[in-house]
């Protein structure tokens, strides 16, 4: 168990961040915070934290706020209703609460009561039914030390249609990061999520993000990670419905001795779910990627199309990557596949490009930036300005490689 400093943060700072519409009172923060305190870390033999090691984020941090410690959150509607009609009300609180309910038998407990603990302004969503061309900016932003707890709850309404893209953002390598992400897409309905983090080279980072999917429902959720000195990301995507459909699609570009560990769960539950995941590492310098996924398809689950797909492209001989895969399927009427690879830059490609005038570090760039093209298009087309700034950010990666 990771030993943490426990009289650290005075009820004063629980009461500032409950302040407002909070979803937690002080009284709800000081008893997660004390359930936070006596929690152990994960065991080292549980089968998903075999390749990384719990104790070394660095929990003493976590209660380091101070009164020069601040938080913002933003939401910008580029397109659609106003904010006023799209952020949940009060009524909504109890709905809202319950999507950051902590299992007692979920070993990452510890990470999920600091989050309910010291979560200062969760980002409520609730997108109307049958509403379309909604499109918004989100941004959690952290100053100072101590604990940066991003949260963005959303729930899609029957019929809506929405597009997000969500930016998280810390300035301090003495400011860990633990966040949450839950999302709703009811019945029909329609969500393009786009995730980013912008956090310290040399900062710790756990995030989950939960997902659930009626009938008829449709999610597109693409991320972008540069890492960090410890990193942890777990994705969920439950199928609850029939004729469900889930993309999932990451890109982690890597430098010096970054490192992210993305773990993901397709869980189909009902029939006729679709679900197609393609996680891509860029990875130079000595950065390390750890991949985990499954998919699972009870008997339940006939019909279902399910593909994992994982491609790691080292730029430098120090670089390091793990995937590990792997199925568990008990219907018997399915398609589901998954695949890896680790590889370094294509040598005949190198040559051809150099003949067509490239110079050998031009077309280095051209293959990472094509490498990770795929993810990018992923994002919406009205998101241009984030597909631009992601490319400029694998192009910095590749610059940063010897490319030997």
Avoid at 301 to 330: F, S, V, W
């Amino acid at each position: 168990m990771a030993e943490t400093r426990t009289q650290t943060l005075p009820m004063s700072y629980l009461e500032k961040i409950s302040a407002g519409h909070s979803l937690f009172s002080s009284d709800d923060r000081a008893q997660s915070l004390s359930q936070a305190r006596v929690a152990s870390t994960p065991a080292k033999d549980i089968e998903e934290w075999r390749k990384n090691n719990p104790d070394a984020f660095p929990w003493n941090n976590i209660e380091s706020a101070t009164d020069a410690t601040r938080f913002e959150t933003s939401i910008n509607v580029r397109n659609g209703l106003t904010q006023d009609a799209l952020v949940a009300t009060a009524n909504d609180r109890e709905l809202f609460t319950s999507m950051l309910q902590v299992e007692a038998d979920n070993f990452d407990s510890k990470f999920l009561h600091y989050h309910r603990a010291l979560t200062a302004q969760p980002i409520c969503l609730r997108i109307p039914a049958n509403t379309t061309g909604v499109v918004i900016d989100l941004s959690h932003r952290h100053f100072g030390s101590g604990l940066a707890a991003p949260t963005t709850l959303i729930v899609v309404e029957r019929g809506a249609e929405a597009i997000v893209f969500d930016r998280w953002h810390t300035d301090s390598k003495d400011s860990p990061i633990i966040g949450r992400t839950e999302i709703v897409v009811k019945q029909g309905a329609r969500l393009h999520y786009v995730h980013d983090e912008h956090a310290p080279a040399d900062s710790a980072i756990y995030r989950t993000g939960r997902i659930q999917v009626e009938r008829d429902g449709y999610l597109n959720w693409c991320a972008f990670t540069t890492g960090g000195a410890w990193h942890v990301a777990k994705f969920r995507m439950d199928l609850i419905g029939v004729n469900t459909e889930c993309h999932l699609s990451g890109l982690f570009s890597g430098i010096g001795k970054a490192r992210a560990e993305h773990r993901t769960h397709q869980h189909h539950g009902t029939p006729n779910g679709f679900s197609n995941l393609l996680f891509k590492t860029i990875l130079a310098g000595e950065a390390h990627s750890i991949y985990q996924g499954i998919i699972t398809v009870p008997q339940i689950a006939q019909k279902t199309d399910a593909y994992q797909t994982c491609r790691n492209l080292m730029l430098d001989p120090g670089t390091h990557a793990d995937a590990i895969p792997k199925l568990e399927i008990i219907a018997d009427d399915v398609k589901c596949s998954h695949g890896a690879s680790i590889g370094t830059l294509n040598k005949e490609q190198l040559f051809y490009l150099q003949t067509r005038g490239l110079t050998y570090r031009e077309a280095m760039t051209a293959i990472g930036m094509g490498f990770g093209e795929q993810v990018i298009q992923n994002v919406p087309e009205v998101l241009e300005d984030v597909r631009q700034s992601w490319r400029e950010r694998v192009a910095q990666a590749v610059g940063r490689a010897s490319g030997h």
